[in-house]
């Protein structure tokens, strides 16, 4: 049995629930519900699809060959059976009670560790809404990994502690830097250009109710929605915490990752693990999967929120993405032995698989189709027609995705018309999406150099 296993078990021995039996028997009932809808959709699809040729082709069915609308018919198929059933079950997770222990009361010294590089248009919000936290017992330490600009010098005319690193050695040795010289049973980690809700350590360290709980993740939300990128991101964030989150929580008891801008760890933990490393450019999604394999879950808490300073600008959003899709794919890749295993619970048998698979395949699927639809539509007799019959097909799934992702708009209380009315122009910011993370996989495969 190999160590991961061993100590696995040991604390299941302990009496640590592993995270798989969190929900057992309400697991199972969303599963068959959600599996009834989804057999139900199934059963339905032949007739749904015949009826929707007939809508879309109407009297030009014969003006092209057979295969033309069959390739949209199994790019619906695949839209349904990769993003709408899952959707679904998601919910059906969602659903299930809360079966949350009673909050932790005892408020433990907490050390906050906020790394910067660059920072100095951020720094200073941040430390202020640092400083103003409700909570009795913190300290705060800045770490600066070596910045070029004003920084340093800002942070330092705070009454904080502040690390130069003496050079740009990354997030990850910043990081572990702040831990050496933490103090707190707790740690919390926030960003330089993220802001805090005043409430947030209270609901983060009320999260620890049990041993096996190794750390707790916060809300991250961007700090404006104004525009069209932020609207997207804000759709993004949204979708990724009230449902996927949230489904996680209920499946296992646990989440996949922990958020740089709002998550606390035990200090014995993250000295258990080694500290952040370097290995990858996701080192949060790392070395929350790290701590999973130890045995340890993190929890999620939605009320401990932390803002953002979303990118405003497809250059930076492109450069951002870029680097959290290669650090995903670098995280799959140094756990890959979690893959498909119990010892991850719901974590290893069913999310990192169908986040692997379902982001990224999609992704080729996707980018495929967007090849093949110009193409078609050239060589089609009819190419304006055919033009005009698909983009029908493409409303009706837009029409889908925007349901979609008013579901957790409205979980979150911000169903507004403009977020409303949003979900329905996603399709460019997704197809972007999936571009880079071609292109991340492209340079994975490549093994091109990682810059933070």
């Known amino acids: 049995m190999n160590q991961t296993a061993t100590m696995y078990l040991s604390r299941h021995a302990e009496g640590r629930p592993p995270s798989s039996l969190k929900h057992p028997a309400g697991v199972l009932t969303a599963a068959f519900v959600s599996a009834g809808i989804c057999l139900l959709v199934w059963h339905t699809l032949p007739g749904a699809l015949d009826s929707l040729n007939r809508m879309i082709w109407g009297e030009y069915v014969n003006a092209f060959p057979a295969w033309m609308p069959q390739v949209f018919n199994m790019f619906f198929l695949i839209y349904v059976v990769g993003s709408l059933f899952p959707f679904l079950f998601f919910v059906g997770l969602i659903l299930l009670p809360d079966r949350t222990p009673v909050k932790n009361v005892s408020l433990p010294f907490v050390s906050i560790i906020i790394p910067s590089f660059n920072e100095q248009a951020n720094i200073a919000n941040c430390i202020e809404s640092a400083l103003a936290l409700d909570y009795p017992a913190y300290e705060i330490i800045i770490v600066d990994d070596g910045s070029s600009d004003e920084t340093l010098a800002i942070a330092s005319e705070y009454d904080v502690s502040v690390i130069s ?113 370097s290995r990858t450019l996701a080192e949060d999604f790392d070395i929350t999967i790290a701590m999973l394999e130890l045995g340890y879950r993190a929890v999620y808490e939605p009320k401990a929120v932390a803002y953002t300073s979303a990118m405003t600008s497809w250059k930076g959003l492109n450069k951002q993405r870029l680097r959290w899709s290669r650090g995903h794919l670098q995280v799959y890749r140094e756990h890959r032995g979690l893959m498909f295993s119990a010892i991850g619970g719901s974590i290893g048998m069913f999310w990192l698989p169908w986040s692997l698979f379902f982001g990224y395949g999609s992704a080729f699927v996707e980018m495929a189709f967007l090849v093949a639809y110009p193409l078609l539509v050239i060589f089609s007799s009819q190419p304006l027609l055919f033009l005009q019959l698909g983009l029908v097909y493409m409303l009706i799934l837009e029409c889908i995705s925007a349901v979609q992702g008013m579901v957790p708009l409205a979980l979150a209380r911000k169903l507004t018309p403009s977020l409303a009315f949003a979900t329905f122009t996603t399709q460019p910011y997704r197809i972007f999406l999936s571009h880079r993370r071609i292109v991340a996989y492209m340079q994975e495969m490549q093994q091109r150099q990682n810059t933070w």
């Open 165 to 277: 690193m003496g050079g740009n050695r990354g997030k990850a040795e910043a990081l572990n830097h702040g831990i050496e010289k933490a103090k707190g049973e707790l740690i919390f980690f926030t960003d330089s250009d993220s802001s805090l809700d005043p409430m947030v350590l209270r609901h983060l360290v009320g999260g620890f109710t049990e041993p096996s709980i190794g750390a707790v993740a916060g809300m991250v939300l961007p700090k404006h929605n104004s525009g069209y990128l932020l609207k997207m991101q804000m759709l993004e964030y949204l979708y990724g915490q009230c449902i996927i989150k949230v489904a996680q929580l209920k499946s296992g008891g646990a989440v996949s990752m922990c958020p740089g801008p709002a998550t606390a760890f035990r200090r014995s933990v993250l000295m258990e693990i080694g500290g952040y490393r």
